[in-house]
């Protein structure tokens, strides 16, 4: 909301050029298609564009009303835990926190044990997948 001002604040200039350009084959091609069309129309072998405009008014329009949130991102939320974004941010960065903090209590040997139980839940959640699979 603005506020009223007796002082008059500059705007920017817009810079706005429609350019002209005449292209004869482009006109030609568009000349020659509506030739066609009209005469296709005459012999009715197609419907001219009042016709399909009625057609189209007389039927019933949906509603544009929530027509936008249908394929939000927010209702579509995958059903599996691990393949939503956050969820697999979030491990990574347990994983990587978990470990830089294990290195420097414990030293090297948290990174060899973080290494074989992340291998070792990637190899179950892998068994898992390809299990679930199996019985579709």
């Not at 002209?20 to 084959?25: F, I, K, Q, S, T």
């Not at 990574?92 to 139980?117: D, Q």
């Not at 291998?119 to 892998?126: E, R």
């Amino acid at each position: 909301m603005k506020f009223p001002s007796i002082f008059r604040t500059a705007r920017p200039m817009r810079f706005d050029i429609k350019p002209r350009h005449y292209d004869p084959v482009k006109e030609e091609i568009e000349q020659r298609t509506s030739r066609i069309k009209r005469q296709l129309e005459a012999d009715g072998l197609i419907s001219s564009d009042e016709e399909i405009s009625e057609a189209f008014k007389s039927q019933k329009s949906s509603s544009i009303r929530g027509a936008f949130t249908q394929g939000s991102p927010i209702k579509n939320k995958p059903s599996d835990l691990f393949s939503s974004a956050g969820m697999l941010r979030l491990i990574i960065l347990l994983f990587l926190v978990g470990s830089i903090t294990g290195y420097l209590y414990w030293g090297a040997n948290v990174l060899y044990i973080l290494l074989y139980v992340g291998i070792g839940i990637a190899a179950v959640l892998f068994f898992l997948r390809l299990k679930g699979r199996g019985n579709e």
